[in-house]
Every structure is written in structure tokens, then in C-alpha cells.
């Protein structure tokens, strides 16, 4: 039961890492990134790739993925400069597929849909697995803690009242003589490292990745949490990944002791349960749990 | 040589003529106004002018330097500033935060500043904290300060874009309709800081519907019609000029 209560947490906190990556780019700066499950794809297969054919230690991949999902963050948001709203959510979407398509399809880099076993751990082997997890929980804590310290940086900076501007308006934030092509490159791009950081360290956790670990439902997981939690907040982006992560186990339980019911049918009242426990949640808190608050004087 | 030059500036939309050859001049220290029938270019003018849309053809030249299709936060950087025709900012932002963020050269505004916090962005943002204190004092916003910008109405929207406008350090402001929605009282303190602003230095191009505000207010009056450049003078002149009355009023048909 305890190790299953640290893997729960070590959950939390990849979900956290999630949220606040998602945070940065549609909390901060109002675009939408319905794509992030393949920057956290992206950031897995980096990491796991180097570190396991290539034998490089588990730092320098969890350096690498942040920096291949920069650069394909940083190539989306240019590409994609023009684009608002609805087309920028397509073509978000569009790359968490193609992500998927390409490492189910390109046998000789990903294994296809057989996935990447024997993903190297931090001590893993070494240590017993009740050690391995807690150490790992460290880890992953230390993380959301220097991810989180950073989100709150940026966002209390002049930098972070630009992007809070663009979100509001581009069009104004440009005739207030900001670069905003510049700061929507860099937006996604930071979202989108800490997207991949949050995946190299999924890898590195379950020692397994495949493609069908990074479907579009984590995304709306991911979405979803955030939006419990607090748009724009950081706080309330880990508070809301959190929330997901327990409902998502607590709905393991109570439709456990619900009899009668099928595998599938088991499976689907699960979902209907998170959903309805969300949709109680943004009926009593519309703007989060934890709203945005305005700085003051 | 004139504050803003505009030359001979073409603008078409999907095959629909906005602007048709606009040229117009903006004599440095003037409120100068610029009217004309709905349809007449005026808003595309200042879109041209302001870097929000690029010209199809024809020069814009700002201060003897030629401007033609910077980009919006370049024209910003050299002082040429626009407001908006339906109050636009950011409704989210407090007021305080709306007007600083117009300030310029805050090194804070590049990320690995904002996460390093080096001692020169601390000391912008006082000096730009400063100039929004007095700024809001100029326009009486200074009781709003903490409120976000989404709570003030329609015409305190109106005060709080000229404000953001003169954190720039503006040599241009060109605004679009001003006045609009805004009541009797707050529109006659709003010309109030017009003129005190042009005494102080600050050169003024503004579009504007209600004519007994451009009448008191501006000299010169430029008059556009399709596009174009129609007449300009006093208000009076152009009042009394019949090519004027006719674009807005449209023309008797000709009658044999």
C-alpha cells in the first residue's frame, strides 16, 4: 500500500510538471497546445533513445529531451505564428499524432508499438524497489519544485506581464512595442521542455514507453487539471494535478465495490465518474480552484 | 518638414480599395483631426501608419525617416503611438500593470532577466512604476490603479489608453475616436488633456465622429472621402466646402 502510494505521488508530480508546462504557454500567454502529449512523448523517446542504446547517464537525457522539445516547440510556435485559436489547436493535435504515428511505424529508432523496455532508473537494480521509488519520488519532487520556482519567476517578471498581455491581446501588446513573435516562440518553447522534462522522467519511472502510452486522453487529463486547479496559476496547476491523479484512483476503488459490472463498463463509469467530479468542481469554482489573482500596487 | 508624411498610400482589401492614394501631412505641435464618412479609410489609415497591416504601395515617412511597413513595435519604439476605436487592452492586466507595460526598455522583458533578476530590472520598473503614478495623476486615474482594467468603464477605458499611449514617451499619438461613448464631462477633460499634452510637446492625429469636438478642439482638419484625400483647412473651411458636404451628405443627382 505505501508503494503504491509513492507511485501515486511520483504520478502527481509528472502530472504537475504537465500542468505547469501547460500553464506557461496557454495560463501565461493564451495559446492553446493540445498537442502536449507529444512534447512528453517527444522528451521520452529522447531520453530513453540516448540513455539506453547509447549508454549516456539518465542527466544528460533528461538535459537532451528538454532540449529536443524546445527546439520542436520553438519550430511549432514559428510555424505557426499567424495562426489563432481554433487552427492552433488543430495543428497541436495534429503533431501529438504524428509524434504517435512515427514511433508506432519507425521500427529501427522506436521498436513500434512493442515500445522501449529496460529504461535505465536512477539506482534501479541497485536498490530495493520500496528505495527506488521513494528515492525517485525525491526526484521527481525536486523537480516540480525547480519547474514551479521557475513558472513563478516568470510569471511575477515584466517578462511574464508581456505574455499576460498577449493573452489578453497581441494586436496591443505589439503596439506597446513588444516583440510578440519572440515571446510566443520562447513561451512554447519553455512549456514545451518542461512537457518533455515531465516525459523523460515518466521513462526513467516505468523503465517502458510506447506509443500508446501518449494518447490525446492525457492530454485532456492535463487540460483539465489545470483548468480545476486555476488557469494561470501555478499553484493551482499542481493542486489540479493532484485532484486528477486522486480521482483517477479513487474512482479505481469505488467502481471496484460497485458488483456486477463488466471490465469495459468498469473502465467507462471510471471516466464518467472523473468527468462528473470535474464538472462539479468548475460548477462550484469557475475559474479554479485556485483563481488567478491580480498583482498589486 | 512635417511630423508624419504620409504619401500616396494604397491599401486594398480582397480586391476592395480602402485606401486609394492617400497622401497627408501632420504639422508638428497641431491636434490635427481627421474626418470623413464611415468607409472612408480612416481606421486603415491608421493601421497603415501604425504598423498593424502593411501598405500595398505609397510611403510613410515619420520624422524624416521612412517608416513604410515597420512593424507595430518598431513605430512604437520611435514614438509614433495609436489607440484603438472600440477600448482595447488588457482586461485581465490591473490598470497599474496597463500602463507600465507600455514603458520601454525594461530588461525584465527578456526570460533569462526575468529568471535571473539582475539589479537594472528592479530599477526600470521603479523608474516605469513612477511614471505611471504620475501619469495616472495627469488623467485622474490614480484611485484605479489595483482595479483590473475589465472593471472601468467605458470612457475611464478611454483615459487609461491615452495613458499607456504617453508611457511610450510619444513625439504621435493617433487616436481613434476618443470620444466615443464617453459622457459630456469626461469628454470635455479628455480635450482638456489634449491640448494641455500639445502644449507640452506631444503632436496629435485624431479620428473622431462627434464634429463639435473636432471644431473646438482641432486645426488642422483633414477630410477624407474613398480613400482619399479630400480637403483640409480650419473646420470651418471644410465645413463650408461643398465637395465635403457632398461626400457626407451624397450628391443631388445631377439633373438636366
Given at each position: 500500500m505505501?508503494?503504491?502510494?509513492?507511485?501515486?505521488?511520483?504520478f502527481?508530480g509528472?502530472?504537475?510538471l504537465l500542468?505547469l508546462?501547460?500553464n506557461?504557454v496557454?495560463g501565461?500567454?493564451?495559446?492553446?497546445?493540445?498537442g502536449?502529449?507529444?512534447?512528453f512523448?517527444l522528451?521520452?523517446?529522447a531520453s530513453?533513445?540516448?540513455t539506453r542504446?547509447h549508454?549516456a547517464?539518465?542527466v544528460?537525457?533528461?538535459?537532451?529531451?528538454a532540449?529536443?522539445t524546445?527546439a520542436?516547440?520553438?519550430a511549432m510556435?514559428?510555424?505557426?505564428?499567424?495562426?489563432?485559436?481554433?487552427?492552433?489547436?488543430?495543428?497541436t493535435?495534429g503533431?501529438?499524432?504524428?509524434?504517435?504515428?512515427?514511433a508506432?511505424n519507425e521500427?529501427?529508432l522506436t521498436?513500434?508499438?512493442?515500445?522501449?523496455?529496460?529504461?535505465?532508473g536512477?539506482?534501479?537494480g541497485?536498490v530495493?524497489?520500496?528505495t527506488?521509488n521513494?528515492?525517485y519520488?525525491?526526484?521527481?519532487?525536486l523537480?516540480?519544485?525547480?519547474v514551479?520556482?521557475?513558472?513563478?519567476?516568470?510569471?511575477?517578471?515584466?517578462?511574464?506581464?508581456?505574455l499576460?498581455?498577449?493573452?489578453?491581446?497581441?494586436q496591443v501588446a505589439a503596439?506597446?512595442?513588444k516583440?510578440?513573435?519572440?515571446?510566443?516562440?520562447?513561451?512554447?518553447a519553455v512549456?514545451?521542455a518542461i512537457?518533455?522534462l515531465?516525459g523523460?522522467?515518466?521513462?526513467?519511472?516505468t523503465s517502458?514507453i510506447?506509443?500508446d502510452?501518449?494518447t490525446p486522453l492525457v492530454?485532456?487529463?492535463?487540460?483539465?487539471?489545470?483548468?480545476?486547479?486555476g488557469?494561470g496559476?501555478?499553484v493551482?496547476?499542481?493542486l489540479?494535478?493532484?485532484l486528477v491523479i486522486?480521482?483517477m484512483?479513487?474512482?479505481?476503488f469505488?467502481?471496484?465495490?460497485?458488483?456486477?459490472l463488466?471490465?469495459?463498463?468498469?473502465?467507462?463509469?471510471r471516466?464518467?465518474?472523473?468527468?462528473?467530479?470535474l464538472?462539479v468542481?468548475?460548477?462550484v469554482?469557475?475559474r479554479?480552484?485556485?483563481?488567478?489573482r491580480?498583482?498589486?500596487? | 518638414?512635417?511630423l508624419?508624411?504620409?504619401r500616396?498610400?494604397?491599401?486594398a482589401?480582397?480586391?476592395v480599395?480602402a485606401?486609394?492614394g492617400?497622401?497627408?501631412a501632420?504639422?508638428r505641435g497641431?491636434i490635427t483631426?481627421?474626418?470623413?464618412?464611415?468607409?472612408?479609410?480612416?481606421?486603415?489609415l491608421?493601421?497603415c501608419?501604425?504598423?498593424?497591416i502593411?501598405?500595398d504601395?505609397g510611403r510613410v515617412?515619420?520624422?524624416?525617416?521612412d517608416?513604410?511597413?515597420?512593424?507595430?513595435?518598431?513605430m512604437?519604439?520611435r514614438?509614433?503611438?495609436?489607440t484603438f476605436q472600440?477600448?482595447r487592452g488588457f482586461?485581465?492586466?490591473?490598470v497599474?500593470?496597463?500602463?507600465?507595460?507600455?514603458g520601454?526598455r525594461q530588461?525584465g522583458?527578456t526570460?533569462?532577466?526575468?529568471?535571473?533578476?539582475?539589479?537594472?530590472?528592479?530599477r526600470r520598473?521603479?523608474e516605469?512604476?513612477?511614471?505611471?503614478?504620475?501619469v495616472?495623476?495627469r488623467?485622474?486615474?490614480?484611485?484605479?490603479?489595483?482595479m483590473p482594467?475589465?472593471?472601468l468603464?467605458?470612457?475611464?477605458?478611454k483615459?487609461?489608453?491615452?495613458g499607456?499611449?504617453?508611457?511610450t514617451?510619444?513625439?504621435?499619438?493617433?487616436?481613434?475616436?476618443?470620444i466615443?461613448g464617453?459622457?459630456?464631462t469626461?469628454?470635455?477633460r479628455?480635450?482638456?488633456?489634449?491640448?494641455?499634452?500639445?502644449?507640452?510637446g506631444?503632436t496629435?492625429?485624431?479620428i473622431?465622429?462627434?464634429l463639435?469636438?473636432?471644431?473646438r478642439l482641432?486645426d488642422p482638419?483633414i477630410v477624407m472621402a474613398?480613400?482619399r484625400?479630400?480637403?483640409?483647412?480650419t473646420?470651418?473651411?471644410?465645413?463650408?466646402d461643398?465637395?465635403?458636404?457632398?461626400?457626407y451628405?451624397g450628391?443631388r443627382?445631377a439633373?438636366?
Amino acid at each position: 500500500m505505501e508503494n503504491y502510494l509513492v507511485a501515486m505521488a511520483v504520478f502527481a508530480g509528472l502530472y504537475a510538471l504537465l500542468a505547469l508546462g501547460l500553464n506557461v504557454v496557454w495560463g501565461m500567454t493564451g495559446m492553446i497546445n493540445l498537442g502536449l502529449v507529444g512534447f512528453f512523448g517527444l522528451g521520452a523517446y529522447a531520453s530513453a533513445l540516448l540513455t539506453r542504446a547509447h549508454r549516456a547517464p539518465i542527466v544528460l537525457g533528461l538535459a537532451a529531451a528538454a532540449l529536443v522539445t524546445a527546439a520542436a516547440g520553438a519550430a511549432m510556435a514559428l510555424t505557426t505564428a499567424r495562426l489563432r485559436g481554433d487552427y492552433l489547436a488543430i495543428i497541436t493535435l495534429g503533431f501529438s499524432e504524428v509524434v504517435r504515428l512515427v514511433a508506432s511505424n519507425e521500427l529501427w529508432l522506436t521498436n513500434g508499438t512493442d515500445g522501449i523496455s529496460g529504461i535505465p532508473g536512477p539506482w534501479r537494480g541497485r536498490v530495493t524497489p520500496q528505495t527506488f521509488n521513494v528515492v525517485y519520488l525525491a526526484i521527481v519532487a525536486l523537480a516540480v519544485l525547480a519547474v514551479f520556482a521557475l513558472c513563478q519567476r516568470i510569471r511575477s517578471s515584466p517578462y511574464g506581464r508581456v505574455l499576460r498581455a498577449i493573452r489578453d491581446d497581441d494586436q496591443v501588446a505589439a503596439v506597446a512595442g513588444k516583440r510578440v513573435i519572440v515571446f510566443k516562440v520562447q513561451a512554447f518553447a519553455v512549456s514545451a521542455a518542461i512537457l518533455g522534462l515531465a516525459g523523460a522522467l515518466w521513462g526513467h519511472y516505468t523503465s517502458f514507453i510506447a506509443p500508446d502510452v501518449f494518447t490525446p486522453l492525457v492530454t485532456i487529463y492535463v487540460v483539465l487539471a489545470l483548468t480545476a486547479g486555476g488557469t494561470g496559476n501555478n499553484v493551482g496547476a499542481v493542486l489540479g494535478a493532484a485532484l486528477v491523479i486522486f480521482l483517477m484512483e479513487a474512482t479505481r476503488f469505488a467502481t471496484g465495490w460497485v458488483g456486477m459490472l463488466k471490465p469495459v463498463q468498469v473502465a467507462a463509469l471510471r471516466e464518467a465518474l472523473i468527468g462528473g467530479a470535474l464538472l462539479v468542481v468548475l460548477r462550484v469554482r469557475p475559474r479554479g480552484l485556485l483563481p488567478e489573482r491580480l498583482a498589486r500596487s | 518638414m512635417p511630423l508624419l508624411d504620409v504619401r500616396d498610400l494604397r491599401r486594398a482589401f480582397y480586391g476592395v480599395t480602402a485606401l486609394d492614394g492617400v497622401n497627408l501631412a501632420v504639422r508638428r505641435g497641431t491636434i490635427t483631426g481627421l474626418i470623413g464618412p464611415n468607409g472612408a479609410g480612416k481606421t486603415t489609415l491608421f493601421n497603415c501608419v501604425s504598423g498593424l497591416i502593411p501598405p500595398d504601395a505609397g510611403r510613410v515617412i515619420f520624422d524624416g525617416v521612412d517608416v513604410t511597413g515597420w512593424p507595430a513595435h518598431r513605430m512604437t519604439a520611435r514614438g509614433l503611438v495609436r489607440t484603438f476605436q472600440i477600448a482595447r487592452g488588457f482586461p485581465r492586466l490591473s490598470v497599474l500593470e496597463n500602463l507600465v507595460l507600455y514603458g520601454a526598455r525594461q530588461p525584465g522583458e527578456t526570460l533569462w532577466r526575468a529568471v535571473a533578476r539582475p539589479p537594472s530590472v528592479a530599477r526600470r520598473e521603479r523608474e516605469l512604476r513612477h511614471r505611471a503614478f504620475d501619469v495616472a495623476e495627469r488623467l485622474n486615474l490614480t484611485p484605479l490603479l489595483d482595479m483590473p482594467a475589465s472593471d472601468l468603464s467605458g470612457g475611464q477605458k478611454k483615459l487609461l489608453e491615452l495613458g499607456r499611449a504617453l508611457m511610450t514617451e510619444p513625439r504621435l499619438i493617433m487616436l481613434d475616436e476618443p470620444i466615443a461613448g464617453v459622457n459630456p464631462t469626461l469628454a470635455a477633460r479628455l480635450a482638456e488633456h489634449l491640448r494641455a499634452l500639445r502644449d507640452a510637446g506631444i503632436t496629435f492625429l485624431v479620428i473622431e465622429h462627434h464634429l463639435d469636438v473636432i471644431a473646438r478642439l482641432c486645426d488642422p482638419v483633414i477630410v477624407m472621402a474613398e480613400g482619399r484625400h479630400l480637403a483640409e483647412g480650419t473646420f470651418a473651411q471644410v465645413a463650408a466646402d461643398e465637395r465635403v458636404q457632398a461626400a457626407y451628405l451624397g450628391r443631388r443627382a445631377a439633373t438636366a
